[in-house]
């Protein structure tokens, strides 16, 4: 009986498509910093804060407050530290050096555009300000980190469970965390709505070479122990082969 053939064009077309990607997110975040060098903040950016911030309430302030709170250190450090520990403890060594280098990366890569580029924070003058911070705004620090990072726990997630609508739940619930951090980041008046944007790219396009790094480290076989989380999954999510999607 004849293998059937393997869908090599698909594969080809599949990984060009995903390089033509990245190199175009790289040129558009590489045209955006050069446009935050010149300017205090994009066009539309003032109208996209007023709109976020139209509703004000203490329980929005609040809430606001407590979800930017982890995103700064070092209580982020901690969060990050932890899910890497946690990894590693479950036997997913691989996966845990991976997040260690999303986290690591993410957060060197944003400090260093943030220093080149010295594009303002939004004025008092123009926004509501919750408080004010020294540093320069562009990118967005607490975006960039949270899809590095939890993005790569939502594609840990995606491969490891059965193929099934409950795959994509990870994705969505990362999702929704980088959406609510964003708005907050807005809502608090310390980054406009074009920092977020490139802070989402950056930490996208590093996510994309982690994983790059991740799959590369599976396919060579990596220690035994290092790079799976089957281990720790319930056995009726390891009734398949382990084929990688």
């Avoid at 982890?70 to 060594?93: C, E, K, T, Y």
């Avoid at 220093?115 to 408080?131: C, E, M, Y």
């Avoid at 193929?163 to 807005?186: D, H, K, N, Q, Y």
């Avoid at 930490?203 to 991740?214: K, M, P, Q, S």
Wanted: with cysteine.
């Amino acid at each position: 009986m004849q293998n059937s053939p393997q869908p090599a064009p698909r594969a080809h077309a599949a990984t060009l498509l995903q390089l033509v990607a990245f190199v175009l997110g790289m040129a558009l975040l590489a045209c955006m910093s050069v446009a935050a060098h010149n300017l205090a903040y994009f066009p539309g950016d003032v109208a996209v804060s007023h709109a976020v911030q139209a509703d004000s309430s203490g329980s929005l302030n609040n809430a606001a407050g407590a979800v930017s709170w982890f995103g700064f250190p070092p209580q982020s450090d901690v969060l990050f530290g932890a899910i890497v520990v946690i990894l590693f403890v479950l036997g997913a060594r691989w996966a845990a050096a991976n997040e260690a280098i999303a986290a690591i990366g993410s957060g060197g890569l944003y400090l260093l555009l943030e220093h080149v580029v010295g594009q303002p924070r939004p004025s008092p003058d123009l926004v509501r300000v919750a408080s004010p911070i020294q540093m320069t705004g562009f990118p967005s620090g607490h975006v960039a980190t949270f899809v590095a990072v939890f993005g790569f726990l939502a594609y840990l997630g995606y491969r490891r469970l059965q193929p099934s609508r409950r795959r994509w739940l990870p994705i969505a619930a990362v999702t929704l965390l980088i959406g609510i951090m964003a708005l907050a980041r807005i809502y608090a008046g310390q980054h406009w709505a074009s920092d977020v944007l490139a802070g989402a790219l950056l930490g996208g396009l590093w996510l994309a070479l982690v994983i790059w790094v991740y799959r590369w480290g599976e396919r060579r076989e990596v220690p035994r122990g290092w790079a799976s989380l089957r281990p720790v999954l319930p056995s009726t999510l390891r009734k398949r082969s382990p084929s990688r999607t």
